[in-house]
């Protein structure tokens, strides 16, 4: 078992940068590859990042590919998602999950079994 809460979302205008956290509690966060999913109003929940048990693999969504960066510090049983050159279209309900398993895909939100309370992101023009 593994609970997970998220924190360091905010409000930040176009071009600025967060950084989200996503700690956990229960077994070591080792156990898990984990990712961050966002959900905006009316829109179904996306992937965004994922990173392997040890943080040597990394995946992105397009959309994000060369402004976020995924990063784990299993000491700290704690994942982070930092977060530049934010758009508007960044503003969404930001969730980290934790997967148990060793197959499957990163990106697919059937795959993860733990998931956060989520963290509100809001990114203004």
């Known amino acids: 078992q593994v609970q997970l809460v998220e924190s360091g979302g905010g409000l930040v205008q176009a071009g600025g940068s967060l950084r989200l956290s996503c700690a956990s509690t229960?077994?070591?966060?080792?156990?898990?590859?984990t990712g961050w999913f966002r959900q905006a109003p009316g829109k179904e929940r996306e992937f965004v990042a994922a990173?392997?048990?040890?943080?040597?693999?990394?995946y992105y969504a397009d959309s994000v590919k060369g402004r976020f960066t995924i990063s784990r510090d299993n000491a700290k049983n704690t994942v982070y998602l930092q977060m530049n050159s934010l758009k508007p279209e960044d503003t969404a309900v930001y969730y980290c999950?934790?997967?148990?398993?060793?197959?499957?895909?990163?990106?697919?939100?059937?795959?993860?079994?733990?998931w956060g309370q989520g963290t509100q992101v809001t990114v203004s023009s």
């Open positions: 999950a934790a997967d148990a398993g060793y197959s499957g895909s990163y990106r697919a939100l059937r795959e993860y079994d733990y």
């Open positions: 990173i392997s048990r040890g943080g040597g693999s990394t």
């Open positions: 229960g077994r070591t966060f080792s156990s898990y590859r």
